[in-house]
């Protein structure tokens, strides 16, 4: 049994509930991916993955207390350091379609979806925008799971330990009946510090988070 896969109540019990991140788990959001994009528009490496993510509006806006049009627009401020304005518009707008195109959920992580229904209950906890529920809706996503919880619709965003105990609570377990999966390491400490137990992802990593899932009882050993 992997320290990961332990929780307060002892590394026998199984899990009740296995909530998933979104963009970076269920759905590709790699930081290659976004520098492969931004050769292409002159931008240097890192630098659109820093303008989502790194400025300083996005905590505001994963929180609610920033609309999309305003995070949209300190982006393209961010990328106009680097591109004449009307350049940054238009590699934002390409960048937005190409994203556009990609799959709501990996068809591997789709996969691993089917094998845990009906087996133990199913929550989303992202870091998204107000009205990114909605969204997730509109795309089919949020009806493969027992409850969704976007930070922006709710104001609280991960790391704080608040929402990994809201999540649990919708889904009527305790923290600790919960496993948690996230491709950001300090999500997965502040998750574990709140008694989920908790695994850092990586689409490369499948096995692992196979192996995960079964250590904490989710999927019988293969």
Not at 51 to 59: L, M, V
Not at 199 to 208: L, V
Request: glycine share 8%; hydrophobic share 45%.
């Amino acid at each position: 049994m992997t320290d990961e896969a332990r929780s307060t109540n002892g590394p026998e019990t199984p899990v009740s509930a296995v909530i998933f991140d979104y963009g970076g788990v269920l759905r590709r959001e790699d930081a290659a991916d976004f520098d492969a994009f931004a050769a292409t528009v002159g931008l240097p490496a890192g630098w659109l993955w820093s303008a989502f993510h790194d400025i300083p509006e996005y905590a505001a806006s994963r929180t609610g207390r920033l609309d999309a049009a305003g995070y949209r627009a300190a982006v393209v401020r961010h990328l106009a350091r680097v591109l004449p304005a009307d350049r940054a518009e238009a590699a934002l707008d390409a960048w937005e379609a190409q994203r556009r195109q990609d799959l709501p959920v990996e068809p591997e992580m789709d996969a691993v979806l089917d094998r845990l229904r009906g087996r133990v209950r199913l929550g989303l906890l992202s870091n998204a925008g107000s009205g990114a529920r909605r969204r997730l809706e509109e795309l089919g996503v949020a009806a493969r799971f027992d409850d969704v919880v976007c930070s922006g619709d709710v104001g609280l965003a991960k790391p704080d330990p608040a929402i990994f105990r809201l999540a649990a609570s919708r889904l009527g377990l305790p923290p600790s009946a919960c496993a948690f999966v996230d491709d950001q390491e300090r999500h997965v400490a502040a998750a574990r510090g709140v008694g989920l137990r908790a695994h850092h992802h990586h689409r490369t990593r499948m096995p692992a988070l196979l192996a995960f899932l079964v250590a904490v009882g989710a999927l019988p050993p293969s």
